[in-house]
């Protein structure tokens, strides 16, 4: 499986109370919604395909969202193309070809989630790394 391209088709990002409220967590999901055959010009000869997602985040109870919807092109030869299309229809992908895709999904949209809730205000869904000095000395741990 090769990467053709991902794009978005739509963000949105909503805080909805400028108040934490007690008990705040985040829980993100990430859904393939569909599975088609795609077709580009210039690569005629490839078998296309172009999985649909959306991925959220929420901050609940009732303190944020944010909702990322779009498409990753994978190019993939004739059999697997077949056997992919055979297992959505009943909504099944395969484990090979859904944790690179998921994986490559999860990236875009984390780095544009992390940005968003920047720019919001909002806590980070995603636990950064932080260094921490040492007792002794001047050395730091990640």
């Known amino acids: 499986m090769q990467v053709i391209g991902f ?30 055959e795609e077709k580009i010009i210039f690569l005629k000869d490839q078998h296309l395909l172009k999985f649909v997602f959306e991925f959220t985040t929420a901050y609940e109870p009732d303190y944020a969202f944010l909702f990322f919807s779009g498409a990753v092109v994978v190019a993939v030869d004739k059999s697997q193309s077949d056997q ?33 809730e920047d720019e919001l205000g909002l806590p980070l869904h995603l636990q950064l790394p932080k260094l921490e000095q040492k007792e002794k000395g001047k050395s730091y741990t990640g």
């Open 7 to 36: 794009q978005f088709e739509k963000i949105s990002a909503e805080r909805k109370s400028f108040e934490v409220k007690e008990g705040l967590h985040v829980q993100s999901a990430l859904n393939i919604k569909d599975v088609l």
């Open 84 to 116: 992919i299309l055979k297992e959505w229809k009943k909504k099944e992908v395969n484990p090979s070809i859904q944790l690179p895709l998921f994986n490559l999904i999860l990236t875009k949209c984390n780095v544009r989630s992390l940005q968003l």
